[in-house]
Nanobody, 115 residues
Framework: QEQLVEFGGGLVQPGGSLRLSCVVSGNIFRSNTMGWHRQAPGKERELVATISSSGLTNYADSVKGRFMISRDNAKNTVSLQMNSLKPEDTALYYC?????????WGKGTLVTVSS
């Protein structure tokens, strides 16, 4: 059964860094686009970054130059390196797999940026 588990969230000061990772079980990782989304309190879920099976990346304008998405196909893992964090980056971060048959989501990991 497909399962996505995120980890790496936590509390960080403005300007700090965090690295999120998502481990995907099942057979849905290698041929599909992986992504990170986030949802801040009182706001809709939004796209943060995606990476295709061939390694093409896409970023929201708000995180360009600060965040970097990567994937390790051997470990079925997608990661999000977040640098120069801002209070407005505070959100629940979700991992997502996009397949021709549907989307799969993790349960999220909380990132709080505060002094």
């Amino acid at each position: 059964q497909e399962q996505l588990v995120e980890f790496g969230g936590g509390l960080v000061q403005p300007g700090g860094s965090l690295r999120l990772s998502c481990v995907v079980s099942g057979n849905i990782f290698r041929s599909n686009t992986m992504g990170w989304h986030r949802q801040a309190p009182g706001k809709e879920r939004e796209l943060v970054a995606t990476i295709s099976s061939s390694g093409l990346t896409n970023y929201a304008d708000s995180v360009k130059g600060r965040f970097m998405i990567s994937r390790d196909n051997a470990k079925n893992t997608v990661s999000l390196q977040m640098n120069s964090l801002k209070p407005e980056d505070t959100a629940l971060y979700y991992c997502k797999v996009t397949t021709p048959y549907g989307n799969y989501w993790g349960k999220g990991t909380l990132v709080t940026v505060s002094s």
